[in-house]
C-alpha cells in the first residue's frame, strides 16, 4: 500500500520561500510508471496543479507558477520536495502531494492513484 505524507511549516511569512517534503512509503518514487505532483487547494477555490517531478529526471510546472516553483527528489531518502518562492497570503492553500499513472493528465485529480493528506499552510505576517 503506497501512502504518501506530506511535512513542512505550517505558517509563512510573505516573500519568504516555501518548502515541502513528501515521504513516500510502500513503493518507489523511481517507478517507470508514475508521476509525482504538488496539488493545492486555496481555501474556497478548487485544486490547482502546481508542478510534477518524473524520475527519469524531467519536472514540468503549471505556467502560472513557473518562475516562483521548483521539484526536486531525494531517492535515497523516498521523498519529494517542492520549494515556492516569494509567498504572498494568495498562496495560503491546502497542499497535497500526489502520484498518478504516466499519461494521465496533471488535472485530472480523479485519476490520481495516490494522495497525501494534505497539509495547511497559511502565508501571513
Known amino acids: 500500500q503506497v501512502q504518501l505524507q506530506e511535512s513542512g511549516p505550517g505558517l509563512v511569512k510573505p516573500s519568504q520561500a516555501l518548502s515541502l517534503t513528501c515521504t513516500v512509503s510502500?513503493?518507489?518514487?523511481?517507478?517507470?510508471?508514475?508521476?509525482w505532483s504538488w496539488i493545492r487547494q486555496p481555501p474556497g477555490k478548487g485544486l490547482e496543479w502546481m508542478g510534477a517531478?518524473?524520475?527519469?529526471?524531467?519536472?514540468n510546472y503549471n505556467p502560472s507558477l513557473k518562475s516562483r516553483t521548483s521539484i526536486s527528489g531525494d531517492t535515497s531518502r523516498n521523498q519529494f520536495t517542492l520549494q515556492l518562492s516569494s509567498v504572498t497570503p494568495e498562496d495560503t492553500a491546502v497542499y497535497y502531494c500526489?502520484?498518478?499513472?504516466?499519461?494521465?493528465?496533471?488535472?485530472?485529480?480523479?485519476?490520481?492513484?495516490?494522495w497525501g493528506q494534505g497539509t495547511q499552510v497559511t502565508v501571513s505576517s
Open positions: 517531478i518524473v524520475f527519469s529526471g524531467s519536472t
Open positions: 510502500g513503493g518507489s518514487i523511481t517507478s517507470n510508471r508514475h508521476y
Open positions: 500526489a502520484g498518478a499513472r504516466k499519461g494521465v493528465p496533471y488535472s485530472d485529480y480523479d485519476s490520481y492513484d495516490y
